[in-house]
């Protein structure tokens, strides 16, 4: 049987960027099925009351910034710390995604490429330039992609994907759902391992 993994995410979240290669390997290690659902964080947030991260107190953005380095170092992933992108408008790199896999293309390279994008590269992922330039390097087809992810229909999967986040109780990037299990935070993968292995 298929073993299935739902992910929701933003492209600006650092939590995912530092779970996302970690996610490939269980993929690789347990042959999973990864269903890539980039949603709208800003409107999850509202919905929960979440504030966005310059709106939080002053400790929980300071701490944020020490759990970043630490992560960082410890994955011994490459990480800005206070890029110069951040915050940033993630719709049209999301929507990418999802044209990306309405082609039938595994989105995993790009979606990864988007956060690299911002938190290694530091480069503006809302700029169409830098939308083609990804494309480009995960050998996608940029006239294609843009195309489709100014359309209605993935207009509509984007919309759909974030309701279908809150009716799941997502509240925060990233979020893996297994077995109907809810695992939040980059931090919890080693739960969610386990989850894969006894299912």
């Not at 990037?173 to 391992?193: A, H, K, M, V």
């Amino acid at each position: 049987m298929t073993k299935t993994l739902d992910y929701y995410f933003a492209t600006p979240s650092p939590w995912a960027y530092l779970a996302t290669p970690r996610i490939l390997n269980l993929e690789k290690k347990y042959e999973l099925k990864i269903n890539w659902k980039p949603c709208n964080l800003m409107e999850i947030f509202a919905k929960n009351g979440t504030a966005a991260v310059k709106d939080r107190p002053q400790p929980v953005q300071l701490n944020r910034l020490t759990e970043l380095k630490r992560w960082s170092e410890y994955l011994s992933v490459p990480l800005t710390i206070k890029p110069k992108f951040f915050p940033v408008d993630p719709t049209l790199s999301q929507k990418i995604i999802i044209a990306a896999n309405n082609n039938n293309i595994n989105p995993s390279a790009v979606a990864f490429s988007f956060m690299k994008a911002v938190w290694a590269e530091e480069k503006d992922i809302s700029n169409e330039e830098t939308i083609k330039e990804v494309c480009k390097d995960c050998n996608l087809d940029f006239n294609l992609l843009i195309e489709q992810a100014k359309s209605d229909e993935t207009n509509n999967q984007y919309t759909q994907n974030t309701e279908e986040a809150m009716n799941n109780n997502v509240w925060g990037s990233p979020t893996f759902i297994y077995n109907s299990e809810l695992f939040w935070g980059q931090d919890r993968i080693e739960f969610l391992e386990r989850a894969i292995q006894n299912n």
